[in-house]
């Protein structure tokens, strides 16, 4: 069973949390309610977020604030945030925004549809990143019970999980392969083609591993590094 991505949803009006839990509803995702800031750091002390839609204007921690704690924190720094207002005070606004670390900033009324495919590209990338962190943990496993290498002439049982592993490794590629080629038709936002292709050097270099230790291949006794 694949689990649901979490997004976090910002904001001081309850009537807000409601558009937007009806908005995002359709990508069957779980979505988690924050009515301050103060609120929303608490809930990302303890649970992954794909992607977090933070209200600018707010009492108290104003969205600006809430999104430098973020980013000041190293397990929260890396989530992508959408700021969501309803005043557009120009391109020094939009510009503060985007230096506060967002990775877009949408002005109220948006269209439901435009933030849905946003919201959507993002959750693809966090479910990508996550298939990924589980076949390097399969293939670790496979090394540390392996005697740390596969052998010149591994049993069945290995050469079984790593054919599991490859064949599991080959849907992750592909899906990843179609996100790029989405993004590219699409034009999307810089921060998200530059996640989609930090996701692809990870792959090459979780494939390079794999084959390392297909049998005459030769001895390994470490994964390449995935930075």
């Not at 204007?57 to 700021?83: L, N, S, V, W, Y």
């Not at 390097?136 to 290498?149: M, P, V």
């Not at 921060?191 to 084959?211: F, I, M, P, Q, S």
């Amino acid at each position: 069973m694949v689990q649901k991505a979490k997004i976090l949803l910002v904001d001081d009006r309850p009537e807000n949390l409601l558009a937007l839990e009806a908005i995002l509803s359709a990508l069957d995702q779980t979505l988690v309610r924050a009515s301050s800031g103060e609120e929303a750091l608490k809930a990302l002390l303890t649970d992954d977020f794909a992607v977090i839609l933070l209200d600018v204007q707010m009492p108290g921690m104003d969205g600006f604030e809430t999104a430098a704690h973020i980013k000041r924190r190293e397990r929260t720094r890396d989530i992508p945030i959408i700021f969501l207002t309803a005043i557009n005070h120009g391109p020094h606004h939009t510009f503060r925004g985007y230096a506060a670390g967002a990775v877009d900033y949408i002005s109220k009324p948006f269209d439901p549809w435009v933030l849905r495919a946003k919201v959507s590209v993002f959750v693809d990338l966090y479910m990508k990143n996550c298939q990924l962190r589980e076949q390097a943990a399969l293939l670790r496993l496979q090394l540390e019970s392996g005697g740390r290498a596969v052998p010149d002439s591994p049993g069945k049982e290995a050469v079984g999980l790593l054919a599991e592993l490859s064949a599991r490794l080959a849907a992750v590629e592909e899906q990843a392969e179609a996100l790029s080629k989405q993004l590219d038709d699409e034009s999307a936002d810089a921060a998200a083609v530059a996640t989609a292709a930090h996701l692809e050097r990870k792959l090459t270099g979780l494939r390079r591993a794999l084959d390392a230790l297909e049998p005459g291949a030769g001895t390994t006794s470490a994964v390449p590094s995935q930075n």
